[in-house]
């Protein structure tokens, strides 16, 4: 299984007050219930660290990846208005997956997990048990779905 660490989506989109691209926005990145600058980085290697502040490219968009910390975002207009900061964002969130073959029940999974999706869909938890490292659903998931399991 592979695990990696991506921010909430793969290319993160913020938007005006208007409904339209914040174009040009600046996205500040820091250490959690602080103003210290706290990198983030480009893309899955962890190599090339974004600039701070993020400059949002035309359709106000970035590339962000987070390290394991906990970080604070805070987001502007390209004039340096505030528009809003949240303070703990969890950077060490990551998932696994597993494909489904319609007719196996049972998956390996490391202790502490907080969440298992099936194609997207979040699963309650009366729908499968864990037992010793091994999360037995009740039913297979179908052929091709993708099991994603997430922990923080």
Same mark, same amino acid.
């Given at each position: 299984m592979a695990t990696t660490s991506l921010a909430p989506t793969p290319k993160l989109q913020f938007f005006d007050a208007n409904g339209a691209p914040l174009a040009g926005g600046l996205l500040y990145t820091y250490e959690a219930g602080s103003t210290t600058s706290l990198a983030t980085y480009t893309d899955s290697t962890g190599v090339s660290a974004n600039i701070n502040p993020i400059v949002l490219d035309s359709? %106000?968009?970035?590339? &962000?990846?987070?390290?394991?910390?906990?970080?604070?975002?805070?987001l502007y207009t390209s004039a340096g208005v505030l528009i809003w900061t949240v303070?703990?964002?969890?950077?060490?969130?990551?998932?696994?997956?597993? @494909?489904?073959?319609?007719?196996? @029940?049972?998956?390996? &999974?490391?202790? %502490?997990?907080?969440?298992?999706?099936?194609? %997207? &869909?979040?699963?309650?938890?009366? @729908?499968?048990?864990?037992?010793?490292?091994?999360?037995?659903?009740?039913?297979?998931?179908?052929?091709?779905?993708?099991?994603?399991?997430?922990?923080?």
């Amino acid at each position: 299984m592979a695990t990696t660490s991506l921010a909430p989506t793969p290319k993160l989109q913020f938007f005006d007050a208007n409904g339209a691209p914040l174009a040009g926005g600046l996205l500040y990145t820091y250490e959690a219930g602080s103003t210290t600058s706290l990198a983030t980085y480009t893309d899955s290697t962890g190599v090339s660290a974004n600039i701070n502040p993020i400059v949002l490219d035309s359709r %106000g968009e970035a590339n &962000v990846w987070l390290s394991g910390a906990i970080y604070k975002f805070a987001l502007y207009t390209s004039a340096g208005v505030l528009i809003w900061t949240v303070d703990n964002i969890n950077g060490s969130t990551f998932a696994s997956n597993a @494909t489904g073959d319609g007719t196996t @029940t049972a998956f390996s &999974v490391v202790n %502490g997990f907080t969440a298992i999706y099936i194609n %997207g &869909v979040y699963q309650n938890r009366n @729908t499968y048990t864990v037992t010793s490292g091994t999360v037995t659903f009740s039913q297979a998931p179908p052929d091709t779905s993708i099991i994603e399991i997430v922990y923080d």
